[in-house]
């Protein structure tokens, strides 16, 4: 925990909010648009002339009011080296696949770590027109109405959802045993394609549980403090504390915790030929 006010950290979450706005607007400028598409380093990990845009506006908008805390974004990596005790960790198209196809599961993700510690978040789908804000005692809401997590106690009962790293063709713990094994499980597994929107879904109750793997600090942070701040609880696979560059998460309403996270803990790795061939 930190030691400052909640008049303090509804300033950072007002801050993050105009970041996360500034951002959407770039997103909402280009959505449908053609666009400039390259891969990075990986196949399949895309980035954008939006990504980059709307990244320099959320940042501008940051170093506008907080000229002195540290930025961590995804497209430009760490900008303040030093040990500073409030760091901002920012994704600007969170789902950027998506975005690219038209399909409307895309976000900008602004969040504030305060000493170590997820204590402001803000996740803007702008195409939807969809805001969900969250910071540390002070709760969280879906467009200004207050979300809670669902009561969902069983996974019988469950709708989950849940990721693919971008190597996921490379090693064998790629997550595909984990998904066809919880789909027989529960009522069905989503994959959403942007781990941000994952967590706030589970954050509003549409959906009661959410894991994944290969994950960077900047899918994760804001829509972290969104989930806890909505009564959702949030750890490691094996239930232990959460580490947020581990790249690993197990996120539920709570009730099924447990539950999932041994199912996860069991489930051996399903190993994929690199033999494979796509027939077209």
């Given amino acids: 925990m930190n030691n400052l006010s909640s008049q303090q950290i509804l300033k950072f979450r007002d801050i993050a909010f105009l970041a996360a706005k500034a951002g959407g607007v770039v997103l909402q400028s280009y959505w449908g648009k053609q666009l400039n598409i390259r891969e990075k380093d990986r196949a399949g990990d895309l980035i954008t002339e939006v990504d980059q845009k709307a990244e320099t506006e959320i940042i501008s908008v940051i170093k506008r009011h907080l000229p002195n805390h540290g930025i961590l974004a995804e497209e430009s990596g760490k900008t303040d080296t030093s040990e500073n005790e409030y760091l901002w960790v920012i994704d600007p198209l969170d789902g950027t696949t998506n975005y690219t196809h038209g399909?409307?599961?895309?976000?900008?993700?602004?969040?504030?770590?305060?000493?170590?510690?997820?204590?402001?978040?803000?996740?803007?789908?702008?195409?939807?027109?969809?805001?969900?804000?969250?910071?540390?005692?002070?709760?969280?809401?879906?467009?200004?109405?207050?979300?809670?997590?669902?009561?969902?106690?069983?996974?019988?009962?469950?709708?989950?959802?849940?990721?693919?790293?971008?190597?996921?063709?490379?090693?064998?713990?790629?997550?595909?045993?984990?998904?066809?094994?919880?789909?027989?499980?529960?009522?069905?597994?989503?994959?959403?394609?942007?781990?941000?929107?994952?967590?706030?879904?589970?954050?509003?109750?549409?959906?009661?549980?959410?894991?994944?793997?290969?994950?960077?600090?900047?899918?994760?942070?804001?829509?972290?403090?969104?989930?806890?701040?909505?009564?959702?609880?949030?750890?490691?696979?094996?239930?232990?504390?959460?580490?947020?560059?581990?790249g690993r998460i197990l996120a539920t309403n709570g009730y099924l915790h447990s539950a999932l996270s041994e199912v996860v803990l069991s489930i051996s790795p399903l190993k994929i030929s690199t033999n494979v061939k796509l027939i077209v």
């Avoid at 090693?171 to 929107?197: I, K, M, P, W």
């Fill in 103 to 246: 399909y409307p599961q895309a976000a900008v993700s602004v969040g504030l770590m305060v000493s170590g510690k997820p204590t402001v978040g803000v996740v803007y789908n702008p195409m939807l027109n969809e805001l969900w804000m969250g910071a540390q005692g002070c709760g969280a809401t879906l467009n200004d109405i207050p979300i809670q997590v669902s009561t969902t106690k069983n996974l019988a009962s469950s709708l989950l959802v849940t990721g693919f790293a971008y190597d996921r063709q490379e090693v064998e713990d790629n997550n595909y045993a984990e998904f066809c094994h919880l789909t027989h499980l529960t009522q069905g597994v989503r994959r959403g394609g942007s781990a941000s929107l994952d967590l706030c879904h589970v954050a509003t109750g549409r959906l009661d549980g959410y894991w994944e793997r290969g994950l960077k600090p900047w899918d994760l942070l804001a829509g972290v403090v969104i989930l806890q701040e909505a009564g959702g609880k949030i750890s490691a696979y094996d239930g232990n504390e959460f580490d947020l560059d581990s």
